[in-house]
């Protein structure tokens, strides 16, 4: 698929095992105690050692200390960091994993804010929520969200399943999708059926566009 995969909130090796046969590029994993999909270490290490190699392990966190990202990253190991809290560039940078930084979108300055991060740290826009830090379920303003994908490389979030996410991908073109409460039936358990369909419609893009573009180089050749 033209764009990647990330599917988020994994609790079981069943549902990150199917994720990978479909196509997704990586797994996440929340180590956030407040959130109904949260997983411990040593569960996420059990569920990362049965992922094929080309699928990466991301660990999500909101305002952990550089210890205990230090340590789930090297107990896990982990390709990626997401953060979801107020955590600076400065702090973002100083991890030595590669970072995806969630921006919530509210208005225009927040796209700003997003596309300023350091170049060395990937976006994830996403809607704002103090509380939940994501998996709300409710869709970001993909006018914004495009707005960014034009300037920088994103993962988009926020709402998408398999009913939204084709217009998801045309409207906003995003390097990246991170989905999570869109595939449940509960907190942490993802639908098989839910799992098909989202990647089933992303395969239906990629058939469309190629043979779009078939008929430009017949028409137009």
Known sequence: MNVKVKVCGMTRVSDALLASELGAAAIGFVFWDKSP??????????????LPPDVA??????DPSPA???????????????LHGGETP????????????????????????????????????????????????????????????RRRRIFLAGGLNPANVAEAVRVVRPY????SS???????VKSPELLESFFGALVAIDQTSLEQERWAAKNHG
């Open 57 to 62: 392990p991301v660990g999500v966190f909101v």
């Open 176 to 179: 990246a999708l991170d989905v």
């Open 182 to 188: 869109g595939l449940e039936t509960s907190p942490g």
């Open 37 to 50: 999909r949260s997983i411990q270490p040593a569960q996420a290490a059990a569920i990362t050692a049965q």
């Open 90 to 149: 400065e702090f973002c940078v100083a991890i030595p994993n590669r970072v995806i930084k969630a921006m919530p979108l509210r208005e225009p300055a927040d796209v700003e804010r997003a596309v300023r991060l350091p170049e060395c740290v990937t976006p994830l826009v996403d809607v704002h929520d103090p509380e939940k830090k994501g998996g709300t379920g409710r869709t970001v303003d993909w006018a914004l969200a495009a707005d960014v994908a």
């Open 68 to 82: 205990w990202v230090e340590e789930v990253s090297a107990q896990v190991r982990l390709a990626a960091v997401q």
